[in-house]
C-alpha cells in the first residue's frame, strides 16, 4: 500500500492547548481579585455596623448614668417631703449636693415641677436657657420615664437637648408630688463627642440632627457627607469616600420626628492594598502561565503521533465489536503492519465469541460484563433498563463501568472492586442506584462473580430492576416519618433527630435549641376561609421556616398548626434570638389564598436550649411548650426562653386549676357585691357581683390568679354560669326582703361569649330564677370586642341586648377604645377606669379627660359609672363634672351578701327582715 504524506494535528492541538491554559488563567486570577474585593468591601461594611452598635452602646450607657443621677434625687425621701411642704430651699440644697457629686456624666438640666407650679425649682447649669432648650409645654407633654430629645428650631444654632422625665410618688398613696426633668444639651457639646470618640478610637465624630452638625470634634463639623449616608435616616448606614469610611449611626427619634444621630469618620486603605497588591503580581504570573502552557502544549505534541492514535483507535473498534475499516496507510510502516495482524486475530475472536453472546442475549435479567473499570458487554435486557435503544451495545460498551449508576455510588463501587481485585471479600448481591440516559434514578439489584471474558479477567453482573419495590418501601416509611401535607418530618422522626442531637451534644459539647412554634390566628382563618385555605396556609409557613433555617437544620410538623424547630450547633444566645426573629417575621408576610383573598398571621415561639436547661427530650419539649404559651399569652407573635419560674408558675397553675374544679363543683367560691350609689341621691341604686374563693389549701386565691386559670384551662364557662345564677338568685332575695335595687352587675368574659351554649344557659338562668332582664346587666370588658377575634361584638352584644338585658362596657379607657363600637353596639352603661379616677383631684390632664367621656357618653345617650372613687372630693369632682352613679371604696369595699343587706337597708333607709337577721 502506497504511502500517503499527511500532517499531524498535534500542532493544531498544541496551540489551543497553550491559548486555553493562558486564557483559564487568567479568569482565574481576576475570579481571585474581585473575590479579595468583595471580602475586603464585606469588612468594611461590618467594621460599620459594629462602629454604629458601639456608638449607640456608648451613648445608651451615657444617658443611663444620667437618669442613674436623675433616679436617686426623684428616690430621695428628703425631695418628697420638701414636695409636700413646697420648702423650695430644702430642695434647691438637694439638687445642689447632686450636682457636686456628678463625676463621669454631668446633667446640664435639673429641674423639678410641682404640681400647679412650672419651674418649682432649677437646678440646671448657668449658660441652659430653659425656655430654648425644655420650655414647659415641652416638659408638659413629655411621658414619664423615657428619654427624649427636643430640637429648638428658632435657636440659632439649632438647640438639641435630650431629657427624661421621672416623676416623684408619694409612696402610701401613690400620688404624683411632682416631676424631675433631667437631661443633657447636645448642641456644642463637648463632652459626649469626646466619650464616643474614646469608646470607638477615632479623631473624627459629630452629632447630626436632620442633616445639621450640632456638635462634635475634629474636621467633621465643617467636611461636606456623602449623600448616600441620608438615604435612611433611622438605619445604619455608611459611605467610602476616598480612604475614609463615613458611618452614619442613628441614635434617638426626636419630638419633632427627625433622628438625632451621629457620623463617625475613620480611614481605611483596605481596597486600596487589595489593588496595589494584585497590579504587582500580575505580570509575573502572566509570565510563568506562558511559560508553563508553551511547555505543557510542546510536550502533548511530542507524545502524541498521528499514526499511533489511528492504530489505536482502530484496536479498539475490533474489541469492542464495532465495524470499523482498517486505518488508511501512515508514514509508518511497522504501524500499518500491526492494522492487518489486528483484523485477522479479532476476527478468529469474534467467530469463538458467537455462541456464548446468543446466550445471554435473551436473557430476561440484564447482563453486564466489566473489567479495568470499563464495559466489555450488555445484553438488551439491560439497555432497555437504562433506557437505551435495544439491539446498539455501542452505546454503552467501552464507557466507564459507573456510567450506568448514580454519582453518589461511585465512591461505594470502587470499593468493591477494589476488594474484589485485592483477593478481601466484597458483597455479591446488592442494591445500588442506577442511571438512565435521561438522568432518572433507577434502583438495581446485581449480583456479581468472577469469569473470563476473550481471555481476560473480568466480572460477570446480572442485573434485576427493583425500582418499584423500592418506592413502595419508600412511600411506607415516609407515611411513617413525615408529614403528608407539608413533607416536613413528623413527631415521631423529629424526635428520634431530638434524641440523635441531645447525643451529639454531649459528645461534642455543642449547644442545641428547641423551638415550638403554634400559629396565631390560624383557627380564624380556618373558620373564614375553610379548611382548604388552611391546608395552603400550613404549606406556605412550612416552606417559609425550611428557608428561613436551611436544609442544616431540622424543621417538624407536630400537628394542626404547631411546629417544631431544632437548632443544631448555635453560637450562642444571640444567634438563637436572631434565629427566632427570622422565623417570626418570615411568618408575617402575607399569605395571598386560592380566592384572592390575604391571611396575615403571626407566630408564638417557645426556646428552650440544651444542655443548659436538660438534656431530656421529653422534659425539653414540654418546657419548650410552656415558654411557647407563655409568649402566646404575652399577646403573640413573640418568642420566650424557658425559664425555671415558668415551670414554678405551671406547677401553680396546674394546682389551682385541679382545686378550682373541686370548689366549683362544691360551690365552695362565694360572692361579694360592691354597691354602685347614686351621689346625688344618697342612695345604693345597684351592685357589681364579684367571685372570691378561699381553699383549704391554697388559702385566699386573688381572683386574678384563678380568673386567668380558668380561662386558660375552660373552667370559665361553669365558673361563670354559677355566679350569674348565684347573682340573680341574690337580687331576687333582696326584692323579697324588701330590699329594692334597680338592677345587678355580673362580669362576662371572652370565653363565655364564644361558648355556643352561653345564649340558651342565659336564658335558662332567667326563667329558673324569675330574674327580670331588664334588671340585670351583663359587664364585658373591651377585650370581648377588641381582643378576641374569634367573638363578633356586634353579633353576640345585640343577642344579649334582643334578651332584654343591658350592657356595661367595663374598664373603658384601658384597652383599644373606639367610638364607632361605641355607636355600632347596644352599649348602656360606660364603666371608667379606676386608673383614670385614682389621683383625679390633682390631675388636670385627668380632669379634663374623665369629662370628656362624661359629655361623650351623654351625647350617646350612655350612663356612665365612675370606678375606684376613693375621697370624698374625687366623688365631688365627679359629681360636678355630670356623673352622679360611683363605685369605689369612698362608699364601700366589696361585702358578703349579709353585710351588703346591712349596708343597703342603712343606705335606703329600709328596715328588712334580712337587715335585722344579719
Known sequence: MKASF??????????????????????????????????????????????????????????????????AVAANPDIRQALVDNDKETAKVIIERASEGMT??????????????????????????????LPVKIRAAMPPDIWVTYADHDSDP????AALSVLVLDPDTGRVLGRIYGGTTITDSFSLPGVLAKALRVEDIAFYHHEDVVAGMGDLTTEVLPERLYAAPDDVNYALNGENLFVFAPLMQGLDGHMLATVIKQPVDTLHKVEETYSQLFTPFLLYTAILAIGAALLVNRITTAGLGRLLNYAMGLRQDRVVSPPPPGLIFEFNKLATMFQAAFESVRDRDAQFKDMIDGSMHGVLVHANHRILYVNDALLKMCGYAPGEPEQLVESPTLVIYAPEEHSRLRSYYNMREN????????????????????????HVRLTEWRGERAYYATITDISERKRQEELATKN?????????????????RLRQAIQRGKHMGDLTALMILDLDRFKTVNETYGPKAGDKVIETIAARLTRTLGPDQTVARMGGDEFAIILSNPEDRWQIEQTARDILKAIGDPIKLEDGNEAVLAGSLGITVCPHDGTHEEA???????????????????????????????????????CLRQAIDKGELHLNFQPIVDYEKNRVVSCETLARWTDPKLGVVPPTEFIKVAEDCGLIVPLGEQVLREACEFFQS?????LQLDGISVNISPRQCRDADFLPRLREILDETGMDPARL??????????????????????????????????????????????????????????????????DVDGQALVQAIISMAGSLHIEVVCEGAETHEQCELIHSFGCSLIQGYSFSRPLSGVDFHRYLAKMNGVDSVAARAG
Open 104 to 133: 463621669s456624666a454631668v446633667l446640664d438640666i435639673l429641674l423639678i415641677d410641682r404640681p400647679g407650679e412650672d419651674g418649682w425649682v432649677n437646678g440646671s447649669l448657668g449658660l441652659v436657657d430653659l425656655s430654648h432648650q
Open 734 to 738: 333582696c326584692n323579697r326582703n324588701g
Open 6 to 71: 499527511s500532517i499531524p494535528f498535534s500542532r493544531l492541538v498544541m496551540a489551543l492547548f497553550a491559548f486555553g491554559l493562558m486564557g483559564t488563567a487568567i479568569a482565574l486570577f481576576w475570579i481571585t481579585y474581585l473575590g479579595s474585593l468583595s471580602i475586603a468591601e464585606h469588612e468594611i461594611a461590618r467594621s460599620a455596623k459594629s462602629k454604629a452598635t458601639l456608638a449607640r452602646l456608648v451613648f445608651t450607657q451615657h444617658l443611663d448614668k444620667l437618669e442613674a443621677q436623675i433616679r
Open 480 to 496: 411513617a416519618n413525615f408529614d403528608i401535607l407539608t413533607g416536613l418530618p413528623n413527631r415521631r422522626l423529629f424526635m428520634d
Open 777 to 842: 346587666q351583663l359587664e364585658v370588658t373591651e377585650s370581648v370586642m377588641f381582643d378576641d377575634q374569634r367573638v363578633n361584638p356586634v353579633e353576640i352584644l345585640e343577642a344579649i341586648s334582643n334578651l332584654g338585658i343591658k350592657i356595661s362596657l367595663d374598664d373603658f379607657g384601658t384597652g383599644y377604645s373606639s367610638l364607632s363600637y361605641l355607636k355600632r353596639l347596644p352599649i348602656d352603661t360606660l364603666k371608667i377606669d379606676r386608673t383614670f379616677i385614682m389621683g383625679l383631684e390633682r
Open 620 to 658: 425539653l419539649l414540654m418546657q419548650a411548650d410552656t415558654s411557647m404559651l407563655q409568649a402566646k399569652a404575652d399577646s403573640g407573635a413573640s418568642y420566650r426562653f424557658f425559664a425555671t419560674r415558668m415551670n414554678e408558675q405551671a406547677a401553680r397553675a396546674s394546682q389551682i386549676e385541679i
Open 158 to 161: 439649632i438647640q438639641i437637648t
Open 423 to 446: 483477593g478481601e471479600g466484597a458483597p455479591r448481591t446488592y442494591e445500588v442506584k442506577g442511571i438512565r440516559k435521561d438522568g432518572e434514578t433507577i434502583w438495581l439489584e446485581q
